[in-house]
């Protein structure tokens, strides 16, 4: 079975500020693939970033960054200066080599305060 | 190029009634996944469609039901319903091949919001 699990519920913040959210996933295959979306108020989730576990190498992508231990199993996602625009829920997701459904976590819903 | 579209945006049901649920996938994509996402919950998967078969299946009643057409497009149907169907319904769409274990990138359409009375 395999389960994602995002431990904070929401998470409020000012403007500028960084901010880190957290995901916590269970497998037991050794070849997986993890997934970071944003879901704005009209609901469309939003594709961010898709990583497979043979690559442990943290990610920058502008404002983004992502940080993947195996060792903890934790796959989190980091936020730099953060603007009103970052406001949303946050899901991190997971997908295994003998599954290609996604398992989601409960989603951190994000608030940016000006 | 045309991402992930769905039909109808918003509906109203009565218990009872049955639904159909439309998703067109991005271009170039063959698979169709749909999720079901309860307020305040994660997306649930459903079920996930390649070549015109069901290929994998979540915890969901044989009320839910679906298909893919020629042209990849796909849609969802649910007999019977239950207050507890309302829901955001999300259509993802992906390239995944024959295989389908590569973990392949789903892409989201702006959903479907169900309210069952």
């Known amino acids: 079975a395999q389960k994602v699990t995002q431990a904070q519920t929401e998470i409020s913040v000012v403007e500028k500020e960084d901010v880190t959210l957290d995901c916590v996933y269970e497998?037991?295959?050794?070849?997986?693939?993890l997934f970071w979306y944003k879901q704005p108020p009209s609901g469309e989730l939003v594709f961010l970033i898709r990583?497979?576990?043979?690559?442990?190498q943290n990610e920058i992508s502008g404002r983004y960054s992502w940080n993947f231990q195996k060792s903890t199993s934790s796959f989190n996602f980091t936020i730099t200066a953060s603007q009103v625009v970052d406001s949303a829920v946050y899901f991190c997701?997971?997908?295994?080599?003998?599954?290609?459904?996604?398992?989601f976590g409960k989603g951190i819903t994000l608030s940016v305060r000006p | 190029d045309a991402g992930v579209t769905q039909s109808p945006t918003h509906l109203i049901k009565t218990r009872g009634q049955q639904v159909t649920l439309r998703c067109s996938p991005k271009?170039?994509?063959?698979?169709v996944s749909w999720y079901q996402q309860a307020l305040g919950q994660g997306p649930q998967f459903i079920f996930q469609?390649?070549?015109?078969?069901?290929?994998q299946r979540g915890n969901f009643p044989d009320r839910f039901s679906g298909h893919q057409f020629p042209n990849y497009s796909s849609e969802l149907n649910v007999n019977a319903l239950l207050l507890g169907d309302s829901a955001l319904y999300l259509c993802?769409?992906?390239?995944?091949?024959?295989?389908?274990?590569?973990?392949?990138?789903?892409?989201f359409g702006p959903g479907t919001r169900l309210l069952v009375l």
């Open positions: 497998t037991r295959d050794t070849t997986y693939y």
């Open positions: 997701a997971l997908s295994t080599g003998a599954n290609s459904k996604l398992t």
């Open positions: 990583r497979n576990s043979f690559d442990e």
């Open positions: 469609y390649y070549e015109e078969e069901e290929r």
């Open positions: 271009s170039g994509h063959d698979t």
């Open positions: 993802a769409s992906s390239l995944e091949g024959a295989g389908g274990l590569n973990g392949e990138t789903q892409y």
